[in-house]
């Protein structure tokens, strides 16, 4: 709230047809005694005792402490108040002398049927009100800042509803509190929850030993934290997945043999003494050659279609053959056939011979694709000896 001392005084109506309405006089305390026409009402009584806050945006509130607030735009200048309502009506005040008065008069000279200053300021307050420590006005105990700005001391304590409200609360508590027991027996009755532990997984499912919950074989870790036992075994793709897998790979192998009538004769070669092989491609841009599952030679120039797809070692294509006639055989067959495959690959690895697309690393004997140069031992392909 704004510096108010200035407004504190008596100030008389310029014009005013009414004497009895030419007068509006403010108080240190925050009161004022504030004409009837001023606030728009036609009472015969004048003129009212209000309370008042000013604020910087020249702004001045009157407040009655009953529900209606009237707000004003207003001015001073030297000795003159100009006070504007919100519908444009102007009213101009001229300060007057002090002349010994004392402060409390205009209070006395309250009008009948108003609250004086003595009623207001001078009571005690009742049961559910406090009093400003600052201004001394009564308000109720749900009002936590006064007019003047004072907050509601701590002593003063919590608003306490009337009767009939707590009375209306208790039964509202009663009537919540009296329906509880009911679902208690209703639930120890008819237990519906015991029966997630009853529910086994699937084919294609695993449960969760920690919280019981059963998930897809794809879910590798359960909503609580615990991760897919390995007993619970791979995901199994549906049957149509698999056929569609299948009919992907026999497609993919009939046109094996054409790639290599159609790299032999290739538009631009640009080194001609360099061919693709049977799982390459040449770059129609730089001539670089590159195994068919790149998609994008290094210069930027992406694989033509007429290169065709990557066709992967027969080795790859027997082991995914085997994993589909594994994965149509009944749950517990293939766990004992896929044991001993194993075992035999890593015996007949070291004796087998390279591939089409393969070489042998005559150091080690260990099998490398032919776009890798040089063996994990060391020993160069390109250079034809180990690098030191």
Known sequence: ????????????????DD???????????????????????????????????????????????????????????GDKLSIKTLAGQEYVFVKEEKKGKSKAKPVEAAPKGQKSKDDEFDREPGENEWKCPKCGKIHQKYVGTCGCGEAKPKEAGPYIPPQEVLDKIKAELEKASAPAEEPEEEAAAAPAKPAEPEVEPGENEWKCPKCGKIHQKYVGTCGCGEPKPKEAGPYIPPQEVLDKIKAELEKASAPAEEPEEEAAAPAKPAEPEIEPGENEWKCPKCGKIHQKYVGTCGCGEPKPKEAGPYIPPQEVLDKIKAELEKSSAPAEEPEEEVEKPKKADKDQKPEREAGENEWKCPDCGKINQNYVGTCGCGYSKTAGGRIS
């Open 19 to 77: 004497a009895e309405e030419k007068v509006i006089e403010f108080y240190k305390d925050g009161s004022c005694l504030v004409p009837v026409k001023l606030l728009g009402g036609n009472s015969e009584v004048s003129p009212l005792f209000f309370f008042y806050q000013a604020f910087e945006n020249h702004t001045i509130k009157f407040d009655s402490g009953e529900p209606g607030m009237h707000l004003y735009r207003f001015a001073v200048g």
């Open 1 to 16: 709230m704004a510096d108010i001392n200035y407004l504190v005084g008596k100030w008389t109506i310029i014009g005013a």
